[in-house]
């Protein structure tokens, strides 16, 4: 089931789908280490919409800004406000051309915002996941990180809906793997060279 969730969620799943779909909604952007593979750290960038609490993770060698860049616009549409802390590589969002209104909250001077304009959510989605992964799963082979990683998003956001919707979901997923076929789906090797990229 692990296999299939990281499919479907690598595959058919953005964050538009499950955000509110008016202008200025709050989305926080952050990044954790979680994991070493091979010797070098495999970042999670996470964005959370700070009105329904749904998520979106993405896995990355690197945070530069090509690679933030690249995230955000993928997944929160231009005229919404973007809540970071101070990292360099989310600079670009202050530009006036960038297509969306940045609030910047400089943690080293003890700043995290308040309400829906705060990158608490996201520093709290951190601790839950690593809770989720690192406790409940104890030991998990780097080479299945992404596996565990797409099951704990998948918990995050289905908690979010109600029975019905749950429901719906998994039966997305089941006929998602139907209609592509098992036999189609990566292996977690080529999954693995996906977040490579």
């Known amino acids: 089931m ?21 202008a ?3 989305f ?6 979680f994991i070493k593979i091979n010797g070098k750290i495999l970042w999670v960038i996470g964005i959370i919409n ?5 998520i979106r993770l993405e896995l990355s060698y ?19 406000i973007v809540v ?11 530009h006036p051309f960038s297509g969306y209104i940045h609030s910047m909250h400089n943690h080293a001077a003890g700043n995290f915002g308040y309400g829906l304009d705060s990158t608490s959510h996201i520093e709290a989605l951190w601790n839950q996941l690593k809770y989720l992964i690192k406790n409940i799963y104890y030991i998990i082979p780097s080479e299945d990180f992404v596996l565990y990683l797409r099951e ?22 089941f006929n998602y793997v139907r209609n592509v076929g098992i036999e189609n789906l990566y292996s977690i090797e080529q999954l693995n060279k996906i977040t490579d990229k």
């Open 2 to 22: 692990r296999h299939f969730i990281a499919h479907f969620l690598r595959d058919t799943y953005i964050l538009e789908d499950i955000s509110i779909q008016n």
């Open 24 to 26: 200025y909604d709050h």
């Open 28 to 33: 926080a952007v952050d990044e954790s280490d």
């Open 50 to 54: 700070t009105h329904n609490r749904l």
């Open 62 to 80: 690197d945070r530069n800004t090509d690679i933030m860049k690249k995230i955000i616009k993928s997944h929160i549409k231009t005229g919404n």
């Open 84 to 94: 970071t802390d101070g990292w360099s590589a989310y600079s670009w969002l202050g």
């Open 152 to 173: 704990a998003e998948f918990r995050r956001s289905i908690n979010e809906l109600n029975n019905i919707n749950k429901w719906n979901k998994l039966i997305d997923i």
